[in-house]
């Protein structure tokens, strides 16, 4: 569902050995990747591997003062995927990554040109990391219920929830579910988090492309949007924008070891219509 042609289908990967060439295979072929697995896969990694320390780096603190033992592990193998994950495109050890985070949470790569989102629920576990632009991603159990009364106008802008007032009330909570996760994975894009008012834009019917004001389409082929059904059990919605060529700066990962801020990290983030929407909206 969504702009297949721009981006990649999830790759499951069941631990540390991978398998990695197909998401190495993604990267090369459009740019970004997703991959996709359990904390349980990585749940030995997290428990036993005595390079835990220097793997979670910045981040080893924090797992040290999380009291709850699974929300321990479960934080722990999120950022492991996520550095293995990375290592694996840039053909560097997971150990040498800084995972580091912006003001408001949004990870990012520390002297490397490779964005990358996180995003987990349940037991499931999602990355995402593009050389194009901005990537996100965002995971929901595909059964869960949401309220349509209670959400639906925190989520939906008016022209998308005249849309699904039209469908029957079991798909009309599927669209939703899947509305959410999208606008989740542009919010996370954007690194606004709980900031960016969901019914202040709009996604096409398709949900693959923005919407202005009025229904016209907004930054044309600036976005891609795309969700897919993974484990049988959840839905997993990736927002990806491509910089134009002329602004991006590219770089070899060997020459990028150097722990040098990429200066991509400081500029505003890509409005939606001009500007980025605010205000608040109903958090999980």
Same mark, same amino acid.
């Given at each position: 569902m969504g702009d297949a042609t721009r981006t990649s289908p999830p790759v499951h990967v069941r631990g540390p050995a991978g398998p990695w060439q197909p998401v190495r295979t993604a990267l090369a072929a459009r740019g970004s990747a997703v991959v996709h697995t359990t904390w349980g896969e990585w749940f030995p990694t997290a428990l036993t591997d005595p390079a835990l320390r220097l793997l979670l780096g910045r981040d080893w603190q924090r797992y040290r003062h999380t009291a709850d033992p699974a929300t321990r592990h479960r934080f722990a193998a999120s950022r492991l995927v996520a550095k293995y994950a990375a290592a694996a495109v840039l053909d560097l050890l997971p150990a040498e990554l800084d995972l580091a985070y912006e003001l408001g949470g949004r990870p990012y790569l520390r002297g490397l040109d490779l964005d990358v989102s996180l995003s987990h629920s349940d037991e499931l576990i999602a990355v995402g990391v593009s050389?194009? %632009? &901005?990537? /996100?991603?965002?995971? $929901?159990? !595909? %059964?869960?219920r949401l309220d349509f009364g209670l959400l639906s106008g925190h989520i939906c802008a008016? /022209?998308? *929830? &005249?849309s699904l007032l039209?469908?029957?009330? /079991?798909?009309? $909570?599927?669209?939703?579910?899947?509305? +959410?996760? *999208?606008? $989740? !994975?542009y919010s996370k894009a954007l690194g606004q988090g709980l900031r960016l008012d969901f019914s202040g834009f709009s996604l096409d019917g398709g949900g693959t492309g923005l919407l202005?004001? /009025?229904?016209?389409? !907004? *930054?044309? %082929?600036? +976005?891609a949007f795309t969700t897919h059904r993974v484990l049988g059990s959840h839905l997993l919605s990736v927002a990806r924008h491509d910089t134009p060529?002329?602004?991006?700066?590219?770089?070899?990962?060997?020459? !990028?070891?150097?722990?040098?801020r990429v200066p991509a990290r400081t500029a505003a983030p890509v409005p939606v219509h001009g500007r980025v929407p605010g205000g608040g909206r109903c958090s999980r």
């Open positions: 050389r194009v %632009g &901005r990537i /996100g991603v965002d995971t $929901e159990p !595909a %059964g869960r008016p /022209g998308e *929830l &005249r039209r469908l029957p009330p /079991g798909d009309r $909570e599927r669209a939703l579910l899947r509305l +959410w996760t *999208l606008k $989740e !994975a202005a004001p /009025g229904d016209t389409a !907004a *930054l044309p %082929g600036a +976005w060529a002329k602004d991006a700066t590219r770089r070899p990962a060997r020459a !990028a070891r150097a722990p040098v």
